[in-house]
């Protein structure tokens, strides 16, 4: 294994890709905020597999811009060295980890980009501000590293859907990849957000994959047996506030009660688990599943 360079700077990172390029080979990014784990991994695989013996570039950077107030950008979990180990175990190339000032030299920008409706539901109706911030630093890393594609987790869902069509509207040239989630063995899915969890909010956390796996097996009746059984899930688990609960196409349309059998979809959920210490985290999560089918 071989320790990945590390580019703090623009023109770091320039000269690194301005080889690899010259030699004709394909560029992957695997955007992060650190706080690596197996899932993280398991996107750096998905990017090696798609260019074979060209470079693999994982930014992190914890994005102030998508923050909001009262949000835990300060307690955020950054762990460089512990993250470099799990780029270097992957075969990682570059590792560009850039400090604020060098991602915001004139400080917040004021072009930015809009991520339109898809932007007000959901994750976007708790956490105003938060996809503009997440698109407008994605396009800055697309900017500076040209990838011909980057890796993103189904795990955040609408995510990846907001960035896929980013890249389609502004014309980007970057193939967007979505990677299956990765989940504990109890069915918990992997987030840096985990390092959060206290022993009384792990079994609560459990209830909303739980509650996902339920609505799948129900999908075959229709989406609101599906609905009914992710609820019924969650009624049994102590200590969950419920966020929301939805059945969406795979574009983050509600569907109706009535959606033909055989319509693709996504269930996804929100919400936040208490603890007696009064502390409070807030996880998603989500599942595909198939209406009638
Ligand atoms: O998913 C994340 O870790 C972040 O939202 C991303 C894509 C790295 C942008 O800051």
Known sequence: ???PVVASTREELAKLL????????????????????EG????????????????????????????GPGEDLDRYPRSLEADLAVCEAEGVDIVFAPSVDEVYPGGDPQVTVEPGPLGTVLEGRTRPGHFRGMLTV???LFGLVRPDLAVFGEKDYQQLVLVRRMAADLCMA???VGAPTKREPDGLALSSRNRYLDGDQRPAAVALSRAL????????????????????ELRSAHG??????VITDLDLHELPADAPAGTPARILIAARLGSTSGQTTRLIDNMDLVIGG
Request: with cysteine.
């Open 1 to 3: 294994m071989t320790l």
């Open 18 to 37: 301005a080889a690899a390029r010259a030699e004709g080979h394909l560029v992957a990014l695997v955007p992060t905020m650190g706080a690596l784990h």
């Open 40 to 67: 993280h991994a398991s996107l750096m695989r998905a990017a090696r597999e798609r260019v074979a013996g060209g470079p693999v570039v994982v930014s992190i950077f914890v994005n102030p811009l998508q923050f």
């Open 138 to 140: 994605v396009a800055k």
């Open 174 to 176: 970057t193939e967007v």
């Open 213 to 232: 796996y339920a609505a799948r097996a129900e999908a075959a009746y229709g989406v609101c047996p599906a609905l009914d059984a992710a609820r019924a």
């Open 240 to 245: 969950v506030d419920l966020d929301y609960l």
